[in-house]
């Protein structure tokens, strides 16, 4: 029984001349398809450098935007702010805003957040306006408000001091290169402190 058996092994075992099941189709590359993958490749490397100097000469040929001098804005917004002469409460808050912003502009000072008292103990501190400008200036804001938490209705020569008041302070510090430009005769001023003058007209 047992030599029945190892015949029957060798019998199924294949040899080397057995056949053998046919073995799949072998996928050759085809060599103009990766010809085109590259070629695509390279078309949109080429588009996309070609928008990137587009955006290049178009981003170089727009003017670049013209900064205005904080003097010259805090100018406009004080004209701005005669349209409110009739709103005692709203003209002084468009004119006190406009001394804390340009004075945060003209010398990065940080005005607006503060409440008066705490503007004015840190300025006294400070070499940003003369003496007599500070005190000015505190009377100024002091006497706004009066108007806007106090209830106080100023009349309108009073509201024209205070407007007068914040015109004055921008004008006695403008930088004294703009100055120089606006002056054509002027004569050289090479100190940065700013001019004496009462900021209050009073």
């Known amino acids: 029984m047992t030599k029945i058996t190892n015949a029957l092994s060798a019998a199924a075992a294949p040899g080397p001349n057995a ?30 450098f070609l ?8 981003r170089a040929q727009i003017p670049p935007v013209p900064v205005i001098p904080a003097h010259v804005r805090a100018r406009q917004k004080l004209q701005d702010a005669l349209k409110l002469i009739g709103q005692p409460k709203e003209f002084c808050i468009a004119v006190s805003d406009t001394a804390r912003w340009y004075l945060e502009e003209r010398f990065n000072f940080r005005a607006p957040e503060r409440t008066t008292e705490e503007f004015l103990y840190e ?80």
Do not use: M
């Open 51 to 58: 928008a990137w100097r587009y955006w290049q000469k178009r």
């Open 123 to 202: 300025l006294r501190s400070t070499n940003l306006l003369l003496p007599d400008q500070k005190a000015s200036l505190g009377e100024f804001l002091n006497r706004c408000d009066l108007v806007k938490f106090a209830k106080y209705e100023p009349r309108e020569p009073e509201l024209h001091d205070l407007h007068d008041s914040a015109l004055r302070l921008v004008d006695e510090t403008i930088p004294p290169e703009a100055a120089e430009a606006n002056t054509p005769h002027a004569t050289s001023n090479t100190n940065a402190q700013p001019v004496t003058g009462n900021v209050s007209g009073r």
């Open 19 to 48: 056949l053998r099941d046919i073995k799949p189709p072998v996928d050759i590359p085809n060599p103009w398809a990766l010809l085109w993958w590259a070629l695509g490749v390279l078309a949109l490397a080429a588009l996309a």
